[in-house]
């Protein structure tokens, strides 16, 4: 029924269908202007965690902490990942939209689900932070906004699902799905089980606060809270990794190094990524070493291999593509020469690097059974994962807003010049800010925590002096971070409420057209690896991983070091 | 641009990988089944490791042993509040308890002598990060945790809450003294 | 089941693990089960298992 709903953007080729591209718009939409208040409690937070400032009393930060992590980390997140999930089946699969009614329902219980939240939040009756670990009670309606947002959350799940089968059904496409789609559906199938359990745990949680039910055992609620809080992380990942894959195919036209190595990497998370949310129990009482071991370790690091191989493989990708065009000098003209003042790219590179770099190894070596007990809960904690989810995927879903302003809100990005500056600016600021986080917190500084003087402790302790310089210049940059994402909010606002059309036409009322499968390979004279070097078809990428490995392993083997300095105990 | 389209051959599972892709996901396997491994190697090896040793409790039970110890083996005060400072003998059953805003009481260990501390809380979470020795585990109501701990080093340790446990969070620390042995 | 013909109509065997990975509802069922079992249910058995104290 739904026909002659779609348009055609002329310079992506992209095909939008009216109704997909109006509830990606909106969610969008919602989702920068939640960054925004995200954005405003980052600056008045770090403010406050920078010793020389030291701006809000006590009871407003842990307030604004609080607005921060769930809006970052929740709504912003999951906000902008609906739109990807509906980009990549409404649109790479050049299918209608499935439900979209239904989507829509979905899209208002997460925005009145924001609402209610940060109403409770503001009112200053929720400052419980986002992990509201029970007993500590919250106002009801902080549980009751999360419950709200994750069941329409859920629903765009679903049409996704829904659209994907409708493409299969109306073969739309022919033989497998995109490898960007594929890694949309392992970000769809997380997030399934990633907001099941928080319904799982919130659903009682607020009948709890209500008076309905007395008691909840805080071991089992940290254990499911986290299936939620540590797991939406992993949506975050497999959708930032398909956004790498995106972005390297739209700026580079590269193709997949094989489909069947992504591929399994990707399956490699659905099947083994959730057990991580085991990262935040291992010092938990109770928990058994198996349990935890095994858990941890996303039985036995599948995951992380299957990191570490899209780690190579969506550069390697982007190498083979730039040697095709004749950049095939030394190791590395391909990466100096590419369009370093293109945001699309550049954003999309920093955050493969600062992910990868900072926030992955931070990350495995943390998440050690026994590391762990010397970096639980200090601000190490919220430094591993500003490198995850801030470079990594936050970072990662600017690019993708650049390449959707012409074309899916077919407006001219405003501001150019400052666009191109701005991953470099957010994403320094981000990598310096988490590793100063890093260094404190090795030092014990705590995480959640107002005061690191205690001055008003009736027993007193003095952290180094080092450790004061180190918060200080974790607020430097992260007030320089803070300008990188205002100018990415000036930048869309601009750009999409007030700014320019494009100037090319593309309007409503042509029927779907059918997606084409990609070219075949053209294996170049003389085997794959011609272009390369050593029979390596991406020998520059080879040495970076190289490189990448040998900084893993040198931070690893030094925190064991450390933690066995720890006095013995069993 | 085929990462946004599908493959280009129908049946890609039986592809070729590239020497690079091969060669890569050999190392990494490697080195995951490395760490992976390093963990068990550590419970056998390793002088730290966090017990799994833990009770279920109630705030009232482990109060009241908590108090017994207190009345048994205190030997001085401290602060305003005359916060008791207990020297246990070295061995024994150590309780320790978290509460708003407060670690109690304070403890006084031998350095060298092994200690089996008891840690629990009485109200809502908190957390337990032992500074500048650098030991952070995460107490809850309701569970007693046991861990079998040897201070190797003398002075002063502060307990700091690491958990926010509300208003009064940042002000929740406790003492950990570690005397010399043979005093 | 393992004969696709494509749009074109020419048949071709895909192979089992290509169509695990292109069936969307065996992935889900594997990434709703594998971490509710091994992670939530076996987490929940070990606090359910912790003795009363003395
Ligand atoms: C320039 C941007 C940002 C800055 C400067 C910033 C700064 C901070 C600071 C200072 C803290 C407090 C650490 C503590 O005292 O425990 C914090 C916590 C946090 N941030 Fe950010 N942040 C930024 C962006 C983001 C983004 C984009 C996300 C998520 C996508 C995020 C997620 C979080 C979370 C989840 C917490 C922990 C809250 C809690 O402990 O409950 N932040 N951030
Ligand atoms: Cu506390
Ligand atoms: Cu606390």
Redesign the pocket.
Known sequence: MSDNQFRICPESGLQFHKPAEMLMRAHAVVAVVI?LI??IA??L??LT?WPAIHLLPADRFYQL??M??TN??IF??ISFEIAVLYFCSSTLLRCRLATPRIAWLGFALMLIGIIVNNAAVASGTASV???SYVPMPANPNFYLGLILFAVGALIGCFVFLATLVVAKDEKTYEGSIPLVTFGALTACIIAVFTIASGAIVLIPTWLWSLGYINHIDAAMYRIVWWALGHSSQQINVAAHVAVWYAIAAIVFGARPLSEKVSRVAFFLYIAFLQLASAHHLLVDPGLSAEWKIFNTSYAMYLAVLASMVHGLTVPGSIEVAQRAKGLTNGLFEWLRKAPWGNPIFSGMFISLIGFGFIGGISGVVMGTEQINIIIHNT?YV?GH??AT??IG??LAFMSLTYFLIPTLFRKQVAFPGLAKWQPYL?GI??SS?TLAMMGAGTLGVE???WDMAFTNSALGFEYPASAFTLMGI?GIS??V??L??AIFILVTVVSVFFGKSVESESSYGISATRLMRADPVVVPEGGHGAAGKWGFAAPGTFVLALFFLAIFVLYYAVNWKYLASVWPMS | MSAIQPPAELVWWKQPLDKVEGTWIGIALVWSLFMFFMMPFWHIYGKQNLSSEAYKTTPQAYMAKTQAMVDQYTVRTETAAQLPVVRPPPGSDVYLLGRLWQWYPLLEFEKGQTYRLHISSMDWQHGFSLQPVNINTQILPGYEMVMTITPDTSGEQTIICNE?CGIGHHTMLGKIYVTEGGQ | MSEETTNSGEPVRVPFMQRVLDNPFILLFIGIVFPTLFYIIWGIMEIVNIPIAP
């Open positions: 960054l995200g954005g980052a600056l937070v770090t965690r902490l609080t921060h992590g970052m980390l912003w997140m932070m986002m992990t601000i919220p994962f500003h989810v801030v995927s936050t957010f600021g981000m800010f995480r959640r925590h974790m992260g007030v971070a803070i990188g994402g | 926010f």
